[in-house]
């Protein structure tokens, strides 16, 4: 995972954009060196796949919290939810669209499932490359741990 705020750096020779330097990241970058996720959309680190566009991956979290637990990612790099919000080219509105997909496709549309986007510290963000966790198959709980 990059440093936020900090110069990533990047393996690629894909264009690289980077938004303003003050206030919150939004930074997009076709691929970051030592992102998880970056890897897992390049292929280089295994994951069970369960749906993809050609912005969007989704794939089996490894340490599932619930009967369904799948990750939906743009393939390209955002460190978090406002970085994807401030792209404003609809990959947000993919993103989401992509959940209610895998939910469907898990057979828990209808019974209803939960999408989250942990973000910063305090949200409990691990992985520095914005996710929805699509997690259901059993009643969710609220609050929220
Ligand atoms: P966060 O804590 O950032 O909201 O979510 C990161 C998620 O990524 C966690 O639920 C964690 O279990 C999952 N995760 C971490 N490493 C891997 C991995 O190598 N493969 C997969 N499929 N999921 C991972
Ligand atoms: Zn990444």
Redesign the pocket.
Known sequence: MHQRGGAPRVRSSATIYVGRRAGPPHVKIGCVADC??CR?AAGE????RVLESSRTIA???????APV?V?VIPRAHYDDLPALAAAGDGLLAEVAAQAHLVASQEGIADSGYRV???TGAN??????HV?A?VIGGRQMTWPPG
């Open positions: 998880l996720f897992i680190v295994p994951a069970t794939f089996r979290d490894i340490n599932p919290q637990h990750l989250v986007f942990n949200g409990g963000q691990t992985v520095g996710h966790h």
